[in-house]
């Protein structure tokens, strides 16, 4: 399945969630410092980090931006705080995304497939890889997950770039926040996701060069979702 780097001190929870996730095929690495999740995360080049914020030697929100210093692997964060402001300096310290504690095994295996699953190549939605798009001066290739706006190519996250290729696939197109959530960030059934959603558009709109109070490409429809549309 996958090889996941498990970062948790507490030796109960550590073995309880190495046995779970060895039991649905992935390769666990466990460790419980900071510094040994960083060295580990540089040899062993795993498929996702699963990165508890309670460590002994380093305060986990540094270690994560650590983390984000030497790779772009996808990382969890097991959290003690699901408040809106906690949740969001998580994701703009690098999270892709984060469980509150206490949580299940069941619980965390949903979150590492949904991860993994959007994590991996890009399609459009018949399938094809070599699927160009182009919105005005805005060009998406899902090939090679790259984007450009003119002649200036956008330093996209995974998770950016996700967003983006899915609006402009559907321009015009109103988008809910339920389809969002299980399209893109694949989360069946959705619940609780609107904060992450927020934070990732927020980010992309600056990328665009624009504002939610003066938007050109994505356009918020009040109650309803978001589209892409083709600027006037």
């Known amino acids: 399945m996958a090889t996941v ?3 948790e001190d507490d030796q109960t929870v550590r073995a309880a969630l190495v046995r779970a996730l060895s039991d649905l095929g992935h390769v666990v690495h466990p460790v419980g410092t900071a510094l ?3 060295r580990t995360a540089t040899e062993q080049q795993p498929h996702l980090v699963i990165l508890d914020l309670g460590l002994p030697d380093l305060d986990g ?3 994560l931006r650590m983390l984000r210093g030497v790779s772009d692997v996808p990382v969890i ?3 003690a705080r699901g408040d809106e402001g906690s949740v969001v300096r998580l994701l703009n310290d690098g999270a892709d995304d984060y469980v509150v504690k206490p949580f299940s095994s069941v619980q965390m295996a949903a979150r590492i497939n949904a991860l993994l699953r959007r994590s991996g190549p890009a399609k459009g939605e018949d399938g094809d890889t070599g699927q160009k798009l182009t919105v005005k001066e805005l060009s998406i290739d899902l090939a090679r997950r790259q984007a450009s ?3 200036q190519p956008l330093e996209l ?7 983006l290729a899915y609006l402009a696939e559907r321009v015009g197109r109103v988008v809910t926040r339920r389809e969002l ?3 893109v960030w694949r989360q069946h059934p959705f619940g609780g996701h609107d904060q992450t959603i927020d934070v990732h558009v927020s980010w992309l709109r600056r990328k665009l060069g624009e504002t939610a109070a003066k938007p050109r490409f994505l356009h918020t429809v009040r109650g309803v979702g978001l589209k892409l549309v083709e600027p006037e």
């Open 36 to 38: 040994d999740a960083l």
């Open 157 to 163: 996250t995974r998770l950016e770039f996700d967003l």
């Open 181 to 183: 959530a299980e399209s």
């Open 149 to 151: 706006l003119g002649d």
């Open 77 to 79: 964060v097991a959290t």
């Open 61 to 63: 929100a540094a270690a």
């Open 5 to 7: 780097l498990l970062v």
